[in-house]
């Protein structure tokens, strides 16, 4: 609620302290770093992008997590990183896509 509120800081703060009791949930880490990007600290965002893309297993939170962390990245002009954040999101999408999941949702 406070995210959506347009409170990113006091987000932050909550999202912060629920990872301290829940350190294994990537949708906690990509909700902090999207409280951080909306505050324009993008730098500060990557580790959590990145935990939360790594941790995201085969789910829609990780499609989410990885377009954030490829536009975080491109924002900070590191646009090779982001190309291969691109190419492991295709390599993810695209078996899912042949078997007809997902179809329209990408």
């Given at each position: 609620?406070h995210f959506q ?102």
């Open positions: 609620l509120a347009g409170r990113f800081e006091e987000a932050a703060g909550i999202y912060a302290r629920l990872l301290e009791m829940q350190p294994d949930d990537g949708a906690l880490y990509t909700s902090l770093a999207g409280c951080l990007g909306a505050m324009g600290q993008y730098e500060e965002a990557l580790p959590g992008l990145r935990k939360g893309f790594g941790q995201g297993g085969d789910s829609p939170m990780r499609r989410a997590t990885g377009l954030a962390l490829q536009r975080s990245l491109n924002g900070l002009g590191r646009d090779e990183e982001a190309a291969e954040v691109a190419l492991e999101l295709t390599r993810w999408i695209a078996p899912r896509l042949d078997r007809g999941e997902g179809a329209g949702k990408c």
